[in-house]
């Protein structure tokens, strides 16, 4: 297809992951922001070998590497003994087996990296302080409106305005939100006030009754990331910035293992943080002839599986090739859209299916459980395999 004039209304991670690599295929985009400053939240974000192809392709491993951490394993645990109940490798084996490492970063890190490789093939590609309250469809374009009265005119429309997507919206309404009864907890502890050789640098699930705990280290091991998930009956707010009491967080983890505790006792008593998590169905369609969406405006997930971001990243190069392979623009969008729709809706049910697993009521049903299962083969052959650059579009 010839170079096409996108815009992308959204400047997350899949937003500036999709404006990098078509932007890389000779494109021109416009990404359009309706925060007056780029960042995003203190928070770890784990990125396996599958949307890691993708940021080689547009020249973010390096920086990726410099200032992540490659975690030795998965290790899931019982959440009061910290007995290790089965674990896989992600050290040089996931590399080996995929092609590519495994990684886990601080989210504004990856979301600086994103806008510098944007803004090094057009440094006015992002444009701040817009913020989206709809647009327009005609046969031969697609144009975005703004709150200030402004719009932009594209060839092509990239909705990949997250969970609250103005552009989703307007296709298909508003996408209805369940509260699942899981609220989670997100800390980020300098290992400097851990003991000496604390935890080892694995990526470390420790599950029990109505809750479990996330652990891994960022920054090249200079920061531990805590996420506390337990199922709670009081709902706060669906946002990643409210803060709750240290006291709460204490209660909520009552009788867990020490290294919780010690995690959760070093704490700024005043940086706690704690949202309410939503389900949303996965949504089959996803496109108009010049509107499309990717990332969480069209499959939203539950954090159980590491994988929305990595969802949102493989969605940007799809794209890129379905618009190499089509000449006409609508059909890009429908062989995009087929060959993302059952990948997506299986990861995004996996991913509330290991819910239920983390949260077993006792040791017996966790053993039992992790008994008739390996979690590594599992996702090695299905999940982290997944090449979005060169699995076949049919």
Not at 21 to 40: F, I, N, R, S
Not at 139 to 165: I, N, P
Not at 205 to 231: D, Q, T, W
Not at 318 to 327: F, N
Request: proline share 5%.
């Amino acid at each position: 297809m010839p170079q096409l004039k996108i815009i992308i209304a959204g400047a997350g991670l899949g937003g500036l992951a999709a404006a990098a690599t078509l932007m890389k295929a000779g494109h021109q985009v416009e990404v359009y922001e309706q925060a007056p400053v780029l960042g995003e939240i203190g928070a770890g974000i784990q990125i396996s070998a599958n949307p890691m192809h993708v940021l080689r392709h547009i020249g973010a491993a390096e920086r990726i590497a410099q200032v992540g951490v490659k975690p030795g394993g998965y290790v899931f645990r019982l959440h009061d003994t910290a007995e290790i109940i089965q674990q896989f490798s992600l050290s040089e084996e996931h590399e080996r087996m995929h092609g590519a490492p495994y990684t886990q970063l601080h989210r504004a890190d990856l979301h600086e990296i994103l806008a510098d490789c944007v803004r090094a093939l057009n440094p006015d590609a992002i444009r701040l302080n817009k913020r989206a309250t709809g647009f327009t469809e005609t046969a031969d374009g697609a144009e975005l409106h703004f709150a200030d009265g402004t719009s932009a005119k594209g060839d092509l429309l990239v909705g990949a305005d997250g969970l609250k997507s103005v552009v989703r919206n307007q296709m298909f309404g508003d996408a209805t939100a369940t509260y699942t009864g899981d609220a989670a907890w997100r800390l980020l502890i300098p290992v400097e006030r851990l003991p000496a050789n604390f935890l080892e640098q694995v990526m470390s699930v420790f599950m029990g009754p109505r809750g479990h705990a996330v652990c891994y280290y960022l920054r090249s091991g200079k920061l531990l990331n805590f996420v506390g998930l337990i199922e709670a009956d009081e709902i706060s707010e669906e946002s990643w910035t409210v803060r709750y009491p240290w006291e709460n967080l204490k209660a909520d983890f009552e009788g867990w293992h020490p290294i919780i505790q010690t995690i959760i006792d070093a704490a700024d008593k005043d940086q706690c943080y704690r949202w309410s998590l939503f389900g949303r169905p996965p949504t089959m369609n996803w496109s108009t002839k010049r509107v499309t969406l990717l990332g969480d405006s069209v499959h939203p997930t539950l954090p159980y599986l590491a994988q929305g971001a990595a969802m949102a990243i493989e969605d940007g190069a799809v794209l890129m090739r379905a618009l190499d392979m089509k000449s006409d623009i609508a059909e890009a969008l429908q062989l995009y859209q087929r060959n993302r729709v059952e990948r997506t809706a299986k990861i995004v049910t996996q991913s509330a299916a290991n819910r239920e697993l983390f949260h077993l009521p006792s040791q017996a049903a966790m053993r039992a459980a992790f008994a008739k299962r390996d979690e590594g083969d599992d996702r090695n052959k299905w999940l982290y395999s997944y090449n979005p650059l060169t699995v076949p579009l049919v």
